[in-house]
């Protein structure tokens, strides 16, 4: 019988088989996200940490990706935080390195100095876009 591990340990072990420097920023940027509001679970998703709303929604079309807040990309040694739908928030800040016609916002992160950098910028975005649920 195959054992059930709960999502934010899953979210742990996925960090600790990374490497080291990505995978203290990427648990960096984990806290800083989960801080971020009182709604917002972590799971594996598309094999990465990914974080998403909990909280009340109108129905929606899955494929819309409505719920899922942002996800972290470990490609080729870069840390990625990919918004499925985060063009769509207001980024005053200029945080996104990409934006997409499909709604979808990258942030790049460099390394722990520039997560520091972006720490204030990254909550402030991820309230914004979850003062945005419908």
Sequence with gaps: MRKLIPDTQQ????INTLPA???????????????AHKEIAEQIK????SFYYTGPM?????????RDIVV?????GNI?????????????EKLFHTTYKDGRGII????????????KGL???????ISMVE
């Design 11 to 14: 979210v742990t072990e996925h």
């Design 21 to 35: 420097p990505a995978a203290a920023i990427i648990e960096a940027a984990r806290q800083i996200i989960l801080s």
């Design 46 to 49: 598309w094999n990465s940490p």
């Design 58 to 66: 109108k129905p929606f079309d899955p494929k819309e990706y409505k």
């Design 72 to 76: 972290i990309n470990l490609h080729r």
């Design 80 to 92: 990625l935080l990919v918004f499925p739908t985060g063009a769509k928030v207001p980024d005053p």
């Design 108 to 119: 790049n992160i460099d390394d722990m100095q520039d997560l520091e950098n972006k720490r």
């Design 123 to 129: 909550a402030d975005h991820v309230q914004r876009w």
